[in-house]
């Protein structure tokens, strides 16, 4: 089946330091990869995307690396704030075409 | 633009009985996917439909069902409700199916089944 993977469920970051999130996919057709925030109390929120024929995106804070020889993403976030708190997901589609969100990883911002 | 929305937000039910959530897409969007989360599996595809079809489904079983009304507003159902069914069940509309595209998810409805 198809592998979904945020290495760690659960990250703890100090308020102010940078934070990273990694994310692992096995399906090599994967082109397009979208990174997600959940909030508590709400649906899961589009962050930033990438597609397969860049390396890295950078965004608002955020900057999301990918590198294709390993199948791995990952998500950074600058100066970790507490409204970044939350659960967040990188969910592949699979070769039946469905997306794969999984547990996600929880990020804990510590005062 | 109006989001995504979901009714009712909040249900309570028992065993054994039924219940019939409600999708609403944002206008325009055709395609409608529903998921459940629970703390224990996390966020699990249930179905997507686009254009009164199901065109994709999860690995649930047949008590889980859905159907997509000509306007793209969706409904899910479940059958015989299990303690294990509670969860909270999200939909989320998309442009288009077949491509990967942003995925814009409703608040929820949190089911908990006595």
């Known amino acids: 089946g198809e592998s979904v993977g945020l290495h760690l469920p659960t990250l703890s970051v100090q308020e102010g330091d940078n934070s990273i999130i990694n994310c692992a996919y096995s399906?090599?057709?994967?082109?397009?990869f979208i990174w997600y925030k959940q909030e508590s109390g709400k649906g899961p929120q589009f962050i930033i995307d990438?597609?397969?024929?860049?390396d890295k995106r950078q965004g608002q804070r955020v900057t999301v690396l990918l590198n294709k020889t390993v199948k791995h993403l990952s998500l950074q976030i600058a100066a970790t704030q507490p409204g970044d708190s939350a659960v967040y997901f990188c969910?592949?589609?699979?070769?039946?075409?469905?997306?794969?969100f999984g547990k996600g990883t929880r990020l804990h911002i510590l005062p | 633009k109006a989001g995504v929305t979901q009714t009712p937000r909040y249900l309570i039910k028992t065993r054994g009985q039924q219940v019939t959530l409600s999708c609403s897409p944002i206008?325009?969007?055709?395609?409608v996917s529903w998921y459940q989360q629970t703390p224990g599996q996390g966020l699990q595809f249930l179905f997507e439909?686009?254009?009164?079809?199901?065109?994709n489904k999860g690995n649930f079983p047949g008590r889980f069902s859905g159907r997509q009304f000509s306007n793209s507003r969706s409904e899910m159902n479940v059958s015989t409700l299990e303690l294990g069914d509670s969860a909270l069940y999200l939909c989320?509309?998309?442009?288009?199916?077949?491509?990967?595209?942003?995925?814009?998810f409703g608040p929820g409805t949190r089911l908990t089944v006595l």
């Open positions: 989320a509309s998309s442009l288009s199916s077949g491509t990967y595209n942003e995925q814009f």
């Open positions: 399906n090599s057709a994967s082109d397009y």
């Open positions: 990438i597609r397969s024929n860049m």
């Open positions: 969910p592949p589609k699979d070769r039946d075409d469905k997306i794969i």
């Open positions: 206008s325009g969007h055709r395609s």
């Open positions: 439909y686009f254009s009164e079809t199901q065109r």
